[in-house]
Every structure is written in C-alpha cells, then in structure tokens.
C-alpha cells in the first residue's frame, strides 16, 4: 500500500451513501452492499489516486476478481448480470481506501465466526 494511502485521513462526511451496515464486520451485522455503494466506493477509492474512479482492472487487481466480475458487481441488482460483491472483496476495497482499518481476529473470535454461519 503507497504512503498516500496509508497517511489519506478520509472525510466522513463523503461516506454519505454508504450504509453504517456494510461497514461492519462479517457476522457482526454487515449487510451486502449494493451497487450505487459499490460504485461510490470505486469514486472515493479514485480520488486517493487522482483518478475520476477505480477501474475494473484496478479494483480487480487489490480484490483478485476478474473484470466480469468487478463488472457485475455494479450491475443493475435484479438483472441477469448482477452478483453480489463477496464480504472479502468488499472489506478489500475498504481497508484500502482507508475507511476501515484491517482487524486481527484470534482464534477464539473465529470460531464464534464459523458458527454463526452455519
């Protein structure tokens, strides 16, 4: 991760659009979340590197995703080509604009995880 993005102090206030919910922690009450959040994101993430959004290819690239399905993430929900972002893809793209600081789960905290899934 690049200096700039590590000292970026983001502005809360651009979060505006952004759901409180989709900024949780999975099993924590985190929601999916949709595609205009996804595509703010991809704006807020932009504005870290002078760009007017994240690219496909950008976000592919920090989240491991081909571009199909960058590209369907930010589909129409409802539609034939929309799927819904993986949490892990999501909190990517999170921590790496700066809105959510990366969290070290112990063991323990996993369990607890695995078993609220099931």
Same mark, same amino acid.
């Given at each position: ?25 999975? +099993? &924590?009450?985190?929601? =999916? ?7 703010? #994101?991809?704006? @807020? ?32 929900? +409802? &539609?034939?080509?929309? =799927? ?7 909190? #990517?793209?999170? @921590? ?23």
């Amino acid at each position: 991760m690049s200096e700039d993005i590590k000292n970026y102090e983001y502005n809360r206030k651009d979060l505006k659009g952004i759901r409180a919910s989709t900024l949780l922690p999975y +099993g &924590s009450g985190w929601e =999916k979340p949709t595609p205009d959040e996804i595509r703010l #994101l991809f704006e @807020i993430g932009g504005e870290l590197i002078g760009k007017a959004k994240l690219t496909g290819s950008m976000v592919g690239g920090i989240t491991g995703a081909d571009a199909r399905s960058v590209r369907r993430w930010t589909a129409e929900e +409802g &539609s034939k080509g929309h =799927k819904y972002i993986s949490y892990a893809a999501w909190r #990517l793209l999170l @921590i790496y604009v700066g809105i959510v600081e990366p969290e070290i789960i112990e063991p323990e905290q996993a369990v607890n995880i695995k078993n609220v899934a099931e």
